[in-house]
Nanobody
Framework: QVQLVESGGGLVQPGGSLRLSCAAS????????MGWYRQAPGKERELVAR???????NYADSVKDRFTISRDSAKNTVYLQMNSLKPEDTAVYYC??????????WGQGTQVTVSS
C-alpha cells in the first residue's frame, strides 16, 4: 500500500509559478514510476509528467518547456515545478504512483487555479 499526499496548490496569476509536492509513504525507489495528472472540470484526467525509477521523464506536449518533474529520494518526495502558468492549466492535480506489479495509487488531489 502506498499513500501519497500532495501539497502546494493554490491561486496564481497567469505567467506565475507554483511547485507541487507529493510525499510518498514508501521508498520511491521501490516504485516503478511516479507522475502527475490533472483533471479540469468537464474533462478527462490527463497525464502531465512522469518520472521513472531510472530518472527518465516525459511530459504532455502542452506543458513541455514550462513544467519540470523531479524527485528527492531522501524525502520520498516528487515535485512538479510549474512555470509560465496559463489559465488552461487550471485543474485538480493528482499524484500517481505505479508499483512494479502495476498497482496504481493516487493522492487526494490539489487545486491549481490560474486567474487574474
Amino acid at each position: 500500500q502506498v499513500q501519497l499526499v500532495e501539497s502546494g496548490g493554490g491561486l496564481v496569476q497567469p505567467g506565475g509559478s507554483l511547485r507541487l509536492s507529493c510525499a510518498a509513504s514508501v521508498n520511491i525507489f521501490n516504485i516503478k514510476y511516479m507522475g502527475w495528472y490533472r483533471q479540469a472540470p468537464g474533462k478527462e484526467r490527463e497525464l502531465v509528467a512522469r518520472i521513472t525509477r531510472a530518472g527518465s521523464t516525459n511530459y504532455a506536449d502542452s506543458v513541455k518547456d514550462r513544467f519540470t518533474i523531479s524527485r528527492d529520494s531522501a524525502k520520498n518526495t516528487v515535485y512538479l515545478q510549474m512555470n509560465s502558468l496559463k489559465p488552461e492549466d487550471t485543474a485538480v492535480y493528482y499524484c500517481n504512483a505505479n508499483s512494479w506489479s502495476d498497482l496504481g495509487y493516487w493522492g487526494q488531489g490539489t487545486q491549481v487555479t490560474v486567474s487574474s
